[in-house]
């Protein structure tokens, strides 16, 4: 039963009538991903995802991250018109087929600065929404390239599968980078000392290390000054992987986009001292007795400019 909920100020749909049997809707089933596919106006598939790589293997298909989940998805995405425009012109101006990681990245930042200059925003908001065009400009880019497919078809199926592959593997490599690339340009606004990819003990690496890693290799540096942080845009079965990964921090930071975590593994976590930080907009998907045990990214920002002396 689909219900729509719009007395007053309230404005939600819901579904409904799952029945008392339904497994999916106990809170150890919190992370995982429902998928609901309409087939016609009385017809629907249904999907639950319940592993991180069955999670990251659809929203790689589809080229999303984590950040459009809970919402309608189209086979023609809306954009906003002045975002549109500002898409269409860049791509107009691209020399290659596609652009690397990091110009698209800077390109979804210099497209919401300008779409929404006037407004004020947090370190949360920013990672949101640039994510989000930058996932706008994706999906555009891709419409673009190969709309020629669409209407002419393949000369062969080996074609047809070489061109499938680099679009998957295209969409598969971008969310990773685009998140660090975004937090990056966050603290770097912020004035926050840090390096990317720094190598730790038996050449590891950390995602993100404040304030270096010469820093960590300087054994007279206090240990206590020291704080990684992990960016992964899913964390449900993975956040185990930061744990070994700097032998001088002994709590971990970890910022994810994903959506949710089961109480269960939030309780895993804090045992083994990993502080979990996601968008603030996220903070209501969790738990009620596990949100305050829970960071926003603003919360880890002034966290880090306290141990830096940053005003």
Known sequence: MFKYYGEATRNE?????????????????????????????DYYEAFIF???????????????????????????????ARIAHQIDVFIA????????SNSMSDMARQIFASSFKDLPH????????????EYQIFQRLEQVRYSGYLGSGFASLDEFINV??????????????????????????HSLSFEEQARTEGNKRLDFLFPSAASYHDKTFPDSNLVS?????????????ILNEANRIDVKHLF?????????????????????????????????????????????????????GIQ
């Not at 947090?122 to 065009?133: A, H």
Request: aromatic residues 8%; neutral net charge; contains cysteine.
């Open 93 to 100: 101006g691209l020399t290659e087929e596609f652009p690397s």
């Open 50 to 80: 319940s592993t991180e790589d069955d999670i990251n293997a659809f929203l790689d298909a589809y080229g999303m991250s984590p950040v459009d989940v809970g919402k309608l998805i189209t086979s023609t995405p809306i954009i906003e």
């Open 229 to 241: 942080l992990a960016a992964k845009t899913t964390c449900k079965d993975r956040w185990r992987q």
């Open 122 to 133: 947090t370190p949360d908001d920013l990672v949101v929404g640039y994510t989000q065009i």
């Open 164 to 189: 499938a592959n680099t679009v998957l593997n295209r969409r598969k490599s971008r969310a990773g980078k685009s998140l660090e690339n975004h937090l990056s340009a966050i603290f770097s606004s």
């Open 13 to 41: 749909h819901r579904i409904t009538r799952f029945g008392r049997g339904f497994p999916f809707l106990h809170p150890d089933y919190s992370g995982d991903l429902f998928v609901l596919c309409k087939h016609s106006s």
């Open 256 to 308: 994810t986009l994903q959506q949710s975590i089961s109480s269960a593994q939030i309780a895993e976590m804090i045992e083994e001292r990993v502080v979990l930080i996601v968008p603030s907009s996220n903070i209501n998907t969790f738990a009620v007795q596990t949100r305050n045990q829970i960071w926003t990214l603003s919360n880890f920002i002034d966290f880090i400019k306290e141990k830096q």
